[in-house]
């Protein structure tokens, strides 16, 4: 049967297959090999329709791609560099500062390359930063927002991990996770604005003096979106409403900012920025559902157990386990985008957690920082 899927896999992969296809022929060949039933696999789709966590996502994702179409990517860049400009490398701390900002809304790193890159790449080449090194800042800085909330990301791990455990005490909570995602998204942030400082110093990059008066300017320009993740975070985390709330309200102050006040974004273009945000949105319920459904079948053929089995006869702790595992996520980040590598992963991946006690939090943060490396790792790395 194991046989007969990987062939399976092989070829539909070789074909070019979307993934959702690959893992849903999957799914079927269990049901017909198997003791399963077709109704089986029609109920995931019914209860992801019924989980009132996934309601964030849609919501956030529509305020990325309304934030991403207006002029909200030019005012954080004006706003940044008269910001942080006159420090060695502040175009290059700049350019990370304003990626993470904007991908922890997006949640998709290649809708931020997308809406930055055109902008960044050229001013990092006209302020004589190398090519390889303005290429490399561009792609790396598109995916830094994913530890960030509230990143589709996050939430995506905190709903599936929690399909995944017996023990709903167990299951990570989204808030946990968005508290998480700060300081190890901070570190990375650092670690790259040193890296860039060192590389500008070493080129002698030359940089403006602080002006208070393009300060003020700039500012002044952003004044409606800049508030915007104080104000959710905020409402979040003074438990006043729920994320899905949050997230309602982040896509309405959006739509007022960049439609009415702005003026940006027309009235016409308002499908089409709908249908695209939720032509990503769909893709990933998609995926969810037929991952979750492969995944029932895994578990009840005892895959996970067979492969605890044979990872206790090789390690024996919990920092093996983790070393092993990080190793094991930079492969799967290689091969697969973030997405579809939650829905397909997490769930074999948490029950061999949870034997070597690792915390659910700090597994969706390990496993979220590597996917994010793996975004620009070849064969197939997205962002580049």
């Known amino acids: 049967m194991m046989l007969l899927m990987g062939i399976a896999t092989v070829i539909m992969a070789l074909l070019g297959a979307p993934l959702f296809v690959i893992i849903a022929a999957n799914t079927l060949l269990q049901l017909f090999f198997g003791d399963s039933q077709l109704s089986d696999f029609y109920a995931k789709f019914y209860l992801l329709a019924k989980n009132s966590n996934l309601l964030p996502i849609p919501l956030f994702t529509f305020a990325g791609y309304l934030l991403a179409e207006s002029g909200a990517p030019r005012r954080l860049l004006n706003f940044t560099r008269a910001t942080l400009g006159w420090m060695p490398g502040g175009l290059a701390i700049v350019c990370i500062g304003a990626c993470a900002f904007f991908t922890a809304f997006t949640g998709a790193s290649g809708v931020t390359i997308i809406a930055l890159g055109g902008l960044l790449f050229p001013a990092l080449i006209h302020e004589r930063y190398k ?55 901070l570190l990375m942030v650092l670690l790259l604005s040193i890296y860039s400082a060192i590389i500008a110093l070493r080129d002698e990059i030359p940089r403006p003096a602080f002006s208070f008066k393009p300060f003020l300017n700039a500012l002044w320009d952003i004044r409606y979106e800049l508030p915007l993740p104080f104000l959710v975070l905020g409402a979040i985390y003074s438990g006043k409403i729920a994320i899905s709330e949050a997230a309602a309200l982040t896509a309405f102050i959006v739509l007022i900012v960049e439609l009415l006040l702005y003026r940006e974004i027309k009235w016409k273009d308002l499908p089409d920025i709908m249908r695209r945000s939720m032509v990503l949105v769909g893709s990933i319920m998609i995926i969810m559902g037929c991952s979750l459904s492969y995944t029932d079948n895994l578990i009840r053929d005892q895959v996970p157990h067979h492969i605890l089995n044979f990872i206790k006869s090789f390690i024996t702790s919990k920092l093996g386990f983790l070393l092993a595992l990080n190793i094991f996520l930079l492969i799967v980040g290689c091969m ?33 920082a590597n996917l994010n490396i793996g975004y620009m790792t070849p064969p197939v790395g997205l962002n580049l």
């Not at 973030?338 to 496993?367: C, N, Q, R, T, W």
């Open 131 to 185: 090519e390889k090194f303005s290429l490399g800042l561009v792609t790396t800085a598109g995916s830094l927002g994913l530890l960030f909330p509230p990143s589709l990301p996050l939430i995506l791990y905190a709903v599936i991990a929690s399909q995944s455990v017996k023990n709903p005490e167990m299951a990570p909570s989204i808030d946990a996770l968005f508290r998480a995602g700060i300081l190890p998204g």
């Open 336 to 368: 697969l985008d973030i997405f579809s590598a939650l829905v397909v992963v997490v769930p074999l991946i948490v029950p061999l957690a949870l034997h070597y006690e690792i915390d659910l939090v700090h597994l969706g943060i390990v496993f979220l």
